[in-house]
């Protein structure tokens, strides 16, 4: 029995979320249900609204009838810098940096009213895709990732950051040597890393080819001392990238070898990408129970290749969702499922609406370490989005039709999109509300 003064706020909604087990992904919705909240944010009871109003007929009521309940987004993968490049068309990866990526990333340094404004536009664009907890590449400026922790911190949301680090094979405006990326890079995690349950800090080597030796050990030794950092990189994208790190590693037995020999392989390793691999590489990933990030509408606009997701899973992968966003073309992870879906179709295989939706949710949340996020039930926090599947008349539609949780799912997953989103929560408190449903 939960005591009167434990419950806070009672959320009524249509509640939807996937449920994994060790052998079973699946889909599962209360009609009408309710969540019981404690003034910490957290949910003590799931059920019934009704059953729940007739125990606690005194609480107040967030009343989102007729609207959806679900746990709110992770995205594993996405960087702050290319904001103003989204869209940018090249030939392929290597092109794409050099002609537009590298280039934009150069206004982004320092502390200024443009990487102010570009940081409240990013963080706007997470949250009104229902977005609130977010794996970040800022730029190679410690000065300008300061201002991104920032605006998090402020507007109340989750995030795994990190200044890039690179130090060859990049514009001068953007390369940082290892001394100073050292002082940079120990500054802001002194400043910000766990500073609260929401912020965290990510090493970020951009990839093998824009760091030296030096620099990967640099970063190896901060990592080993610290288990409670994270470190996020890219790996594997691209046929021209893996030709180019063969190149300037003659003595790697493979691209992962190159992070692996130095220390940067571990359960808190966030690989971008890792779409061209073999045998020997996947079980390395696996051994080293590093989380896997994959990036559909990336790798689908750069013509990288099709990532193996089924295989991935099946092996035990620890497989998540990022937007990568600027190769990526949307801050929506709706989106992002959504092509994820086709990359699976293209190879001949099926990923369920309900595994889909589970690695930008209770997944991810599992394979970052946060055990109390990305379901809505009781013992977990109540960070959720509401969503009005009445706002597009083909969703609605579909929704109408669905026979039940998965089929709904799948609805969402292809129809859904920012005009959808009418609020969304961290911890029980708002961190959004739509303009467009007043």
Not at 75 to 97: K, V
Not at 379 to 392: E, F, K, L, M, T
Request: net charge negative; charged share 20%; with cysteine.
């Amino acid at each position: 029995m939960i005591p009167p003064h434990e419950a806070h706020v009672l959320v009524r909604g249509h509640i939807l979320h996937v449920v994994q087990t060790q052998t079973h992904t699946h889909a599962e919705d209360i009609l009408d249900g309710g969540l019981l909240l404690n003034k910490s944010g957290g949910i003590i009871k799931r059920g019934s609204f009704h059953e729940l109003l007739s125990q606690f007929p005194s609480l107040d009521v967030r009343d989102h009838s007729g609207s959806l309940l679900l746990p709110s987004f992770i995205d594993s993968h996405i960087h702050f810098p290319q904001l103003d490049m989204i869209g940018s068309c090249a030939e392929e990866l290597l092109l794409w940096l050099e002609n537009y990526t590298f280039p934009r990333e150069a206004a982004f340094r320092g502390r200024n009213a443009f990487v102010e404004a570009a940081a409240r536009t990013f963080v706007d664009e997470l949250v009104k895709n229902g977005t609130t907890f977010a794996a970040v590449y800022s730029s190679s400026c410690g000065d300008a990732t300061d201002v991104l922790f920032e605006e998090f911190d402020r507007r109340g949301i989750r995030g795994i950051i990190g200044k890039v680090s690179m130090d060859r094979h990049c514009p001068p405006a953007i390369e940082v040597g290892v001394k100073k990326d050292k002082s940079w890079t120990e500054g802001l995690i002194k400043k910000w890393h766990r500073k609260n349950d929401r912020l965290h800090y990510a090493l970020t080597p951009r990839f093998a080819p824009s760091c030296t030796n030096e620099l990967m050990e640099m970063i190896a030794s901060v990592y080993r001392e610290d288990a409670s950092l994270y470190l996020q990189t890219h790996y594997a994208e691209n046929q021209n990238e893996i030709k180019w790190v063969t190149d300037l590693f003659p003595e790697a037995k493979s691209y992962l070898d190159v992070y692996d020999s130095r220390g940067l392989l571990g359960p808190r390793t966030i690989l971008g990408h890792s779409i061209h691999t073999n045998a020997m590489d996947e079980a390395l990933l696996q051994d080293h129970g590093v989380i896997i990030s994959h990036c559909p509408t990336s790798n689908l606009f750069l013509g990288s290749g099709l990532f193996a997701a089924r295989r991935y899973l099946s092996q035990g992968q620890k497989v998540t969702l990022g937007t990568d966003v600027g190769a990526g073309t949307s801050f929506s992870q709706w989106q992002t499922m959504n092509e994820a879906y086709k990359v699976a179709q293209l190879r001949q295989e099926r990923i369920a609406p309900s595994e889909l939706f589970a690695l930008a949710t209770t997944a991810a949340a599992k394979h970052l370490g946060f055990d109390d996020l990305g379901l809505l039930d009781e013992g977990y926090s109540a960070d959720y989005q509401v969503i009005d599947p009445a706002s597009r008349p083909v969703l609605k539609r579909h929704f109408d039709i669905a026979k039940n949780a998965e089929e709904r799912l799948a609805a969402l997953i292809h129809f859904a999109d920012d005009r959808s989103l009418k609020a969304l929560y961290v911890k029980g408190q708002s961190v959004y509300q739509s303009t467009l449903h007043p």
